[in-house]
């Protein structure tokens, strides 16, 4: 049985004192894939935020490994193993894709960059190809490879990303996707908030369906899949 890794325990949030997630519990499990599905405004990436340290809560705990995080600024969050990908493109367009990576580094003071720099571009070949290039001219997909081949660098043991495929044409999609059951194959925890519900259901082990700020539901991503009320609600019948 895998260990608890992230525990969120009557969790409320949200913005200038109104509380858009409401007293929300869950845990997620070290090696597995879980998904955040739910309508616009459900509160997926007010609850991301939050644990990672963007928004303060007003009530509630997380904790992580054990340890209480809550109220932690990001780069203390960062520190304890924790990457964030927000939505959009997380790089510097203007800067290459070496440059990127390096930018990705930054917190580190170790003399083992180059070593794992070099083991990021073994791991996304386009990326090596790429190393000259303008960030900003990568295709979409390549653009969320470079993000995430960044957010690496600091040797997470739990990623969050927030709507990895939004604006992604089919294919730089599904590479998406794959990269991200790649990694989590590799050992890392994976949080994945996505409007594309499907295909993030059928990519995790456990799914969290927020509405209204609220869990409305919890159980693995197959079991959301198969509930007809949710299939109707959610993935359009």
Do not use: W
């Amino acid at each position: 049985m895998c260990s608890t890794l992230l525990t969120v325990s009557d969790l409320s949030s949200g913005y200038g004192g109104i509380d858009i997630l409401k007293e929300v519990s869950f845990e997620i499990k070290e090696s597995e894939i879980a998904c955040i599905i739910g309508p616009n405004g459900a509160g997926k990436s007010t609850l991301i935020k939050t644990v990672y340290g963007l928004l303060k809560p007003s009530s509630g705990k997380i904790t992580f490994k054990g340890e209480d995080i809550t109220g932690l600024s990001p780069l203390q969050i960062l520190k304890k193993g924790i990457s964030y990908l927000p939505q959009g493109r997380a790089i510097f367009p203007l800067m290459t894709v070496q440059e990127n990576l390096e930018m990705g580094a930054f917190t580190r003071k170790d003399t083992k960059v180059k070593e794992d720099l070099s083991k990021i571009y073994d791991k996304f070949p386009i990326l090596k190809e790429r190393r000259t290039q303008l960030a900003g001219n990568l295709s979409g997909g390549e653009q969320q490879m470079l993000a995430i081949a960044m957010a690496l660098l600091l040797s997470p043991t739990f990623m969050m990303l927030d709507e990895p495929s939004l604006g992604l044409a089919p294919q730089s999609m599904k590479l998406v996707f794959e990269t991200v059951k790649r990694l989590n194959e590799e050992g890392i925890t994976v949080l994945l908030v996505e409007q594309n519900a499907k295909k993030a259901l059928q990519l995790a082990d456990h799914a969290i369906v927020l509405e209204l700020g609220r869990k409305r539901f919890e159980g693995s991503g197959q079991e959301v899949l198969s509930n007809p009320e949710l299939k109707k609600l959610y993935l359009g019948g």
